[in-house]
């Protein structure tokens, strides 16, 4: 089984200022990573996704994570938010080789951009 | 594309009532997936379809919950003799076959249990 765990559930930050939003995950297996982003009365919608290869991922929206497999991290980055980008974040993993792809969800942070 | 649908975007019931939710997903997609969301908490899985067969059901999925996908279309979800503690958001995601294939997730059903 997997967990996933999203240190700050909510994460205040003024409009241009760069922003970290933390990811941790436990797994007896390796793990494929995801970040979702939930804008208000919204589905959740991809952002980028860790498969394999380059442990650097570019989403869409100037956002970034980087892998790290030694500390079993997925934290998720961008230099300069903006007003626009208030929305909650959620990590998530799938175990490598499971047949159905099911994601299994931190609880989300909550990234609130001020003006 | 249309993105993936589900109707009612939001229901209230009375506890003990049977309720039923609808997804449409994209229409190429042959998995389609349910979640759970309650309030401050990320969404959690509770069963999915590949095509008309139904794969995988959590544990969460008590023998309250039915889920169909008649002619791997649209779904059906049923809470039957609904209780308080199934107040939540109801996700549904579909996609392709693999992993690259992203999960388009619709703007999910909100049940409250009154």
């Known amino acids: 089984a997997q967990s996933v765990t999203q240190l700050d559930s909510q994460v205040p930050v003024f409009e241009e200022a760069p922003v970290e939003l933390r990811c941790n995950y436990s797994s007896s297996v390796s793990v494929y990573l995801f970040w979702y982003v939930q804008y208000p009365n919204q589905g959740l919608q991809l952002l980028l996704k860790y498969l394999s290869g380059s442990t650097l991922v570019k989403g869409i929206n100037g956002f970034e994570a980087e892998f790290n497999k030694s500390q079993t991290s997925f934290h998720l980055r961008k230099p300069s938010v903006h007003i626009s980008d208030t929305a909650e974040y959620f990590c998530a993993v799938s175990a490598v080789g499971n047949a159905g792809n099911m994601l299994t969800f931190g609880g989300g942070t909550r990234l609130m951009v001020k003006p | 594309d249309t993105g993936v649908s589900q109707d009612p975007r939001h229901k209230i019931t009375k506890r003990g009532q049977n309720v039923t939710f609808r997804c449409d997903p994209i229409?190429?997609?042959?998995?389609l997936y349910w979640y759970r969301q309650t309030l401050g908490q990320g969404p959690e899985f509770l069963t999915y379809?590949?095509?008309?067969?139904?794969?995988?059901k959590s544990r969460l999925l008590s023998d309250r919950f039915s889920a169909e996908r008649p002619k791997g279309s649209f779904s059906t979800l049923e809470i039957q003799r609904t209780e308080q503690g199934d107040s939540a958001m109801y996700l549904c995601a579909s996609s392709g076959t693999g992993i690259s294939y992203e999960q388009y997730f619709g703007p999910g059903t909100r049940l409250t249990v009154t």
């Open positions: 229409s190429e997609h042959n998995r």
């Open positions: 379809f590949q095509n008309e067969a139904q794969l995988e």
